[in-house]
């Protein structure tokens, strides 16, 4: 399509318009490419536009036209330029060629070098071609010094950034020529040798003056959604599940913690270091990969749990959370069986930048939760959750993000609500209903970002995370539930997980499922799927029942005498 411009509406509406059509609206489509048009003093402003969209990512400059035509515009300037988008695959926040070769597993080595700030090492990639003759694998970095690509012994050659495939908001993409071309289900390995930049996204590098005890360097990752990337060259989308091995080495007497199950005790390596390994059998995406290091100790607070913290905390921290195992027995209750092995939690130093984080086997979790009455515990009944949604049953990109959190949430406030009664749930729904209010207003009504199911074309997801998906995508599940029962709907959850377990999903699948399950339920016959997806702002709210933040006011009024 051609969107002719004129200097009379400005830079900013062109964008806006071109962004529009290029990510399309609940109504339209995305279209693939868009000409931009323009004479005279308007012929800048389309070089202008043009330039603002490849720089967002959402597309990419692929012909540029000029003339002059002297007679019938006097000597007046045209210029036209075309903006593809680049994206043919499922996932608008990967370069990665998922679509054509897949990363089924990996085997990771690193060094953590606190003076410099970096981890340098290696992966070793085992690939396994998913359509005929793929002759590169793509996969998705920001800011990875890559020194070689091999396959065995063979020096393999590779390109970062190449073809325009690099952006502010996704970072580089790296592209490595195959030995051979790889056929369907044909398998193959590569290495890559890396170190990571000093500024990556996904690591943080702690002084020994930040920490608790003083006397040592701390570092922890966060992935989610797209740094995995700053981390290791990977297929950074969670359409990919792949399972790992790793060895991380770190200077004693530090411990390194990882999101899967340690192999034994660590090996001691010259230089005063020691070697960690760990396996993850479970295929996750690469946003769960975790890394920590520091002086840690632990403290078992349940048969299948210990916490985690520097020594100064462990005590209060091993209070806080022990109430940890009811939270897993009511999970699997609900949801069906913990697959994960151990369930750990790490209290981190107060700049870890969220509550808490799902990263299997070990929940990452801020030590502003300790507030040494357990009333704060609820966060770590989300993380359980994850276990099962998010972990387990993926959402596909992150344009379906709410199929990760509203489930994750739906099920944590039916925790508490097994915990601590229906009163208590009617309490945390009324306090998520303000929150949402609060999101929706932050965007504006009419937002693209106030969608559960946004589009996300050249946008770093980080840019969308808000609250909305959460409590917009429990309000659906809310409302569902409300036209078939508690019981039915607690089975389908059960059923839910079991259908998609170890696998991705997007909001289609889920749709097909759940009219699949309530095959001949005339309530939901009339669901308007269409507006719960991708309409803007806020949902119909469910009617709460605030008998009890009542009597919190009435507590509350009565302490202040």
């Known amino acids: 399509m051609e969107l002719k411009v004129t200097s009379k509406k400005g830079t900013g509406f062109y964008i806006r318009a071109a962004a529009t059509f290029l990510r399309g609206t609940e109504d339209k489509?995305?279209?693939?490419?868009?000409?931009?048009?323009?004479?005279?003093?308007a012929a800048s402003v389309v070089a202008d536009v043009a330039h603002a969209i490849e720089k967002q990512g959402l597309a990419k400059i692929t012909h540029v036209e000029t003339s002059f035509p002297e007679v019938a515009n006097r000597g007046v300037p045209r210029l036209a330029a075309t903006l593809t988008a680049p994206w043919p695959h499922p996932d608008p926040s990967s370069y990665s060629n998922f679509d054509e070769v897949v990363v089924e597993s990996y085997d990771l080595d690193q060094e953590i070098d606190f003076d410099k700030g970096v981890l340098t090492g290696s992966i070793v990639l085992h690939l396994s071609g998913v359509k005929e003759s793929s002759t590169s694998?793509?996969?998705?970095?920001?800011?990875?010094d890559v020194t070689g690509a091999f396959c065995g012994s063979e020096a393999l050659q590779f390109a970062v950034g190449s073809r325009g495939r690099k952006s502010e908001a996704l970072g580089e993409a790296l592209e490595i020529q195959l030995p051979k071309p790889l056929a369907a289900k044909e398998k193959t390995s590569v290495r890559v040798d890396y170190s990571t930049a000093p500024d990556a996204v996904a690591v943080q590098i702690l002084a020994p003056e930040q920490t608790l005890g003083k006397q040592h360097p701390y570092l922890f990752t966060q992935c989610q959604a797209i740094h995995a990337r700053c981390l290791m060259p990977c297929q950074d989308t969670p359409g990919v599940k792949s399972s790992y091995k790793a060895k991380i080495t770190a200077p004693c007497p530090l411990t390194v913690l990882m999101s899967a199950v340690a192999d034994g005790d660590p090996e001691s390596v010259d230089g005063g270091k020691r070697r960690f390994s760990f396996t993850q059998k479970v295929p996750i995406p690469s946003y769960l990969l975790a890394i920590a290091c520091g002086n840690l100790v632990s403290e078992k607070i349940g048969a299948r749990s210990h916490v985690w913290s520097e020594p100064e905390a462990i005590k209060a921290c091993a209070f806080e959370f022990s109430d940890t195992d009811k939270f897993m027995s009511i999970g699997e209750k609900l949801f069906g069986e913990y697959v994960w092995g151990?369930?750990?939690?790490?209290?981190?130093?107060?700049?870890f930048p969220y509550g808490g984080m799902e990263n299997p086997c070990l929940t990452f979790v801020t030590p502003t939760l300790l507030a040494g009455d357990k009333s704060l515990a609820d966060v770590v009944a989300h993380e359980i959750t994850h276990s099962w949604f998010g972990n387990l049953c993926t959402n596909r990109s992150w344009e379906c993000f709410w199929l990760n959190e509203g489930f994750t949430k739906f099920g944590e406030c039916r925790?508490?609500?097994n915990m601590n009664g229906k009163d208590y749930e009617q309490l945390l729904l009324r306090n998520l209903c303000i929150k949402l209010k609060e999101d929706v207003s932050h965007f504006g009504n009419g937002h693209e970002f106030?969608?559960?199911?946004?589009?996300?074309p050249g946008v770093d997801p980080d840019d969308a995370f808000s609250g909305i998906p959460y409590v917009k995508g429990q309000m659906m599940l809310l409302h569902l539930e409300g036209l078939v029962g508690q019981d039915r709907f607690e089975a389908y959850l059960r059923a839910h997980v079991k259908r998609f377990t170890g696998g991705c999903l997007d909001e289609k699948d889920f749709k097909s499922f759940f009219l699949e399950h309530f095959a001949g339920e005339p309530a939901v016959k009339d669901v308007d799927w269409n507006t719960w997806f991708y309409g803007c702002g806020l949902p119909p709210m469910p009617e709460v029942d605030s008998r009890m933040a009542k009597e919190v006011r009435v507590y509350r009024s009565c302490r202040q005498y």
């Open 29 to 41: 489509p995305p279209v693939p490419s868009i000409v931009l048009s323009g004479t005279g003093s």
């Open 137 to 144: 694998v793509v996969l998705d970095t920001r800011g990875l």
């Open 450 to 456: 106030t969608k559960l199911c946004p589009r996300l």
């Open 415 to 417: 925790i508490m609500q």
């Open 342 to 351: 151990v369930y750990d939690l790490l209290v981190l130093p107060p700049s």
